[in-house]
DNA sequence: TCGTGTTGTCGAACCGATTCGACGATGGGC
DNA sequence: GCCCATCGTCGAATCGGTTCGACAACACGA
């Protein structure tokens, strides 16, 4: 692999120079600049990658950090990787990924060595062991999720009690009186996945504050457990004119469950959702839902790490930042 | 953060005796390792990747090179993903992960500048405009995915044809004699994905020596078009009593469609199809079929990787290697 | 008692970039 | 015609590790 140095031999000058010349930061003058462009493009040169990151310590790359839990809907990961690696790129980051189990053992292990500027972490839980990790971290970090305590972190995720308000209301105008909501699996909550209470306890109050009637059911995430637990709950809520789903896996496979059932929507029940647009589409779900995106959220937090990074001298105050949802209504309720 | 300067000057060594304390490629005394230790423990000292890089030219970062085509069902690529980044990461590496569109370009520029150690395709197709990338690349690579030209490389893939031909027969063994092949839809043969006409290939083929009426029609990757064209096929050949599913978007909805015409499985048709194990149970897909595993097929790349990185001498010839897969009966076919 | 070999440690060079200070060569203002 | 600023370039130091050769201290056998 040809150096710098070997570049500046060709073009007849030091290595400094050439270095200003791919920089920038000092004046050339244009016709060593022409010979050392041609010299880099004889000899194909590229600066070490290595070599830069000692000498500025910057790598200009981030850390990502998943977790694929067992028992988990994992399209849903998917949906957060593409826009997050997209706007790295063109921030100029690349992404290392981790999925260990121990997120926070890799956090630590790569932030101490220097691999990374900054680190992303998905899928945060109400109380992360993580956070511990980047919190002792040189780098910077941004969350998607939220954490139960916040401080000195930057967040963003969904307004989820915004998402159950809107979408209680919107049952309660067209006039349902008793609705039933299925939530995340129940490990979810074990786990501390905080967005599933968050949902649940903002659509239970909203409901109460109307007078509903209201029932909340965890739903699974694997077949066949999935169907049966539809049944089950549509079995016991025979009342329900209005179901909230509110887990991937089981909006999914609601139509079918329905239509096996003989029951038609919206004639017979009023289903709403919340789900991604994506989502939405790769399955053609037919419900009025409240669409996330989680390529915004990505794209927010890669932006929120750069400039973190970029200007380390402004202490603007870490913020924790909700995304509204917005509801597209797609007939499924009356 | 502390440098291995500071460690040695915390337990009064060089700089020298800290980095062969750390590496045991010299001896050292019990008394001063035990001080090296300590002064590691209460500094908490990480080599710092970069130079570590910058002096060995090893990073101990393997790229990945993933591709998410427009149109995809896109839970496939996450089986392996996984897989990949545990092996990797068991033998000490971890993985830089690249979507961009020009995949080609994103090769050339992370193995130039020395970002990696070895690179992994995926998805590689017939001709993979990646693959002069690589073969200009100064680290070694690995495909998953079958390219036309296969002269130096290291290809893994499933074993498509010996599928193919082990579906037809269990058909054909039944008495079956007219089939029906689901293939990937037509935007993956145009993109040069050889798996799909290699199993095609193979179908026909195997079909036309036994003697059976044989035909291929196109899958579709998303809703509603998959509902549509599953139903358009089946209104086709009515006088099929086998049909085989190569297409994970159209067998996912295959039982609904199924349950909706009123077709029993395995009374009124015979239905086998060739997917992974984790999708299988993803998606409690009901069906004989012939099971991958993309988790073995990624390991075997990981792992073939670092053998031909840690003995680049041994000039032990490319290898490609075709996983053969096996039937697994779940009585969807008499 | 004198080589000889082993063990443990050190100093210095090096990997490939960036960046600071220095400095000669210009050019403009007076 | 002189002084000073600006422009363009260079040499040297530096980032934080690894590794080679040198060498002191010690044990051992002859």
Redesign the pocket.
């Known amino acids: 692999?040809?150096?710098?140095?070997?570049?500046?031999k060709a073009a007849?000058?030091?290595?400094?120079?050439?270095?200003?010349?791919?920089?920038g930061?000092?004046?050339?003058?244009?016709?060593?600049?022409r010979r050392i462009d041609d010299a880099i493009k004889s000899l194909n040169?590229?600066?070490?990658a290595?070599?830069?990151a000692?000498?500025?310590?910057q790598t200009m790359v981030f850390g990502l950090l998943l977790q694929f839990h067992e028992d988990e809907f994992a399209p849903a990961m998917l949906q957060y990787l593409l826009p997050i690696t997209e706007s790295a790129r063109s921030l100029g980051y690349d992404i290392l990924m981790m999925t260990e189990a121990d997120g926070a053992a890799a956090l630590t292990r790569v932030a101490q060595s220097?691999m990374v500027d900054g680190l992303i972490l998905l899928d945060v839980a109400h109380d992360d062991p993580r956070l511990t990790a980047l919190r002792a971290a040189r780098q910077p970090g941004v969350l998607v999720g939220l954490p139960g305590d916040t401080d000195g972190l930057e967040v963003f995720d969904l307004d989820f009690p915004d998402a159950a308000r809107t979408l209680v209301d919107h049952l309660h105008e067209l006039g349902h009186e008793e609705i039933c909501l299925i939530t995340p699996p129940r490990h979810v909550y074990e786990r501390g996945g905080s967005y599933a209470w968050r949902f649940r306890d903002a659509a239970l109050e909203q409901a109460t504050k109307h007078g509903m009637k209201f029932s909340a059911h965890y739903g699974e995430s694997r077949q066949p457990a999935i169907d049966e637990s539809l049944n089950r709950i549509l079995d016991e809520t025979p009342n329900a004119t209005g179901l909230i789903v509110h887990n991937d896996a089981s909006v999914a496979v609601l139509p079918a469950v329905l239509h096996s059932r003989g029951v038609k929507v919206p004639d017979d029940l009023s289903v709403v959702s919340l789900y991604s647009k994506d989502f939405a589409r790769s399955f053609s779900l037919p419900y009025t839902a409240v669409e996330s995106s989680p390529d915004k959220l990505g794209r927010l937090a890669v932006e929120r790490l750069t400039r973190r990074i970029q200007n380390p001298g402004t202490t603007d105050p870490s913020e924790v930042r909700f995304i509204a949802a917005e509801l597209v209504d797609r007939g499924s309720t009356r």
Chains 1, 2 share one sequence.
């Not at 007849?12 to 920089?23: E, I, P």
């Not at 930061?25 to 600049?33: A, M, N, P």
């Not at 000692?54 to 310590?57: G, P």
């Open positions: 692999m040809a150096t710098i140095g070997d570049v500046a007849g000058v030091s290595r400094s120079t050439v270095s200003y010349a791919l920089s930061k000092r004046t050339i003058s244009l016709d060593t600049r040169f590229t600066p070490n290595g070599a830069r000692l000498k500025t310590s220097g």
